[in-house]
């Protein structure tokens, strides 16, 4: 991701990465907006993904996931500790690979 990314060394990329929750907790704070809050997010989001494009231009499918394979089951909501709700997604392979 780094090489891909343009990003001159793994600190800038996961800078990049964290961006986004960053700028948005900190504009909250010190303007007390929501919407200003979730504009700086959108606006550290739409910088990351100029990386992220030149990410996906460099890469290559690497496999496919066939879901016919897999075995989906969803439980929830359940409420979290936090008094969120939360919805567990597991998925198991139901057939054997050599």
Known sequence: MVEWGAFP????AVRAFVA?????????MTTKSKM???????????DLMIAINKILKKAEVQDVISFE???VSVTGPKK????????TLSMEAHKEYE
Not at 36 to 46: F, S, V
């Open 69 to 71: 394979d897999l075995d």
């Open 80 to 87: 979290t500790s936090m008094g969120r709700r939360a919805v």
């Open 36 to 46: 200003k809050a979730i504009g700086a997010r959108m606006q550290a989001e739409a």
């Open 20 to 28: 986004p929750a960053f700028e948005m907790c900190f504009v909250a």
């Open 9 to 12: 060394d793994r600190s800038s």
